[in-house]
């Protein structure tokens, strides 16, 4: 008898570890994958083992990135806002034309590498644009100022009227 894609999520998070990453998932969704190594405390061979058969089994979604891999629960939609930090790395942008990713840098108290991983993500998905220069990126919005003003708790973007 064949099983429904149901039993077969149900049967996945039977097994505590994969539980386990899975709950961490939810509450740290787009975790990397050393994250979620040490969040959940098991090591690389048994993480590696047990997110194979997670994503097989279609509970956790992956995220490729120049440098970085984001896992995320199946239900859970990993778009370019959805992550606190990068919206507010958007406000931030829409209150500070030309901002450059040093100053980013400084303001959140992150590297240069990290600020710059999620500003082409937010590039990529056409929501800014950024200038490079030798040493520096300049940032712009690339969408209407009200739009990033209007972005709900879950990063989707609705109308200021609410409607």
């Known amino acids: 008898m064949r099983r ?3 039993e077969l999520i149900d049967s996945v998070l039977e097994n505590e570890t994969r539980r386990r990453i899975y709950m961490h998932l939810l509450r740290t969704p787009g975790d990397h994958y050393r994250g979620i190594m040490r969040a959940v405390g098991i090591g690389n061979g048994n993480l590696s083992y047990h997110m194979q058969v997670m994503e097989k089994a ?3 979604k992956v995220r490729r990135t120049p440098g970085r891999t984001r896992y995320y629960p ?11 930090l990068r919206r507010s790395l958007m406000f931030t942008i ?3 034309p030309g901002v ?6 400084v303001k959140f108290e992150r590297s240069v590498r990290w600020i710059r991983e999620n500003l082409v993500i937010l590039e990529d998905s056409d929501l800014i644009g950024i200038t490079r220069g030798r040493a520096t990126w300049r940032c712009f919005l690339q969408v ?9 708790p879950s990063g989707l973007l609705h109308s200021p009227t609410g409607i």
Request: hydrophobic residues 30%; proline residues 9%; negative net charge.
């Open 4 to 6: 429904t894609l149901d």
């Open 58 to 60: 279609r509970t956790v």
């Open 74 to 84: 199946a239900e859970i939609n990993p778009g370019p806002v959805q992550n606190d």
């Open 94 to 96: 829409a209150t500070s």
């Open 100 to 105: 450059t990713d040093r100053n980013l840098s």
């Open 144 to 152: 209407p100022e009200e739009n990033v003003f209007s972005m709900n």
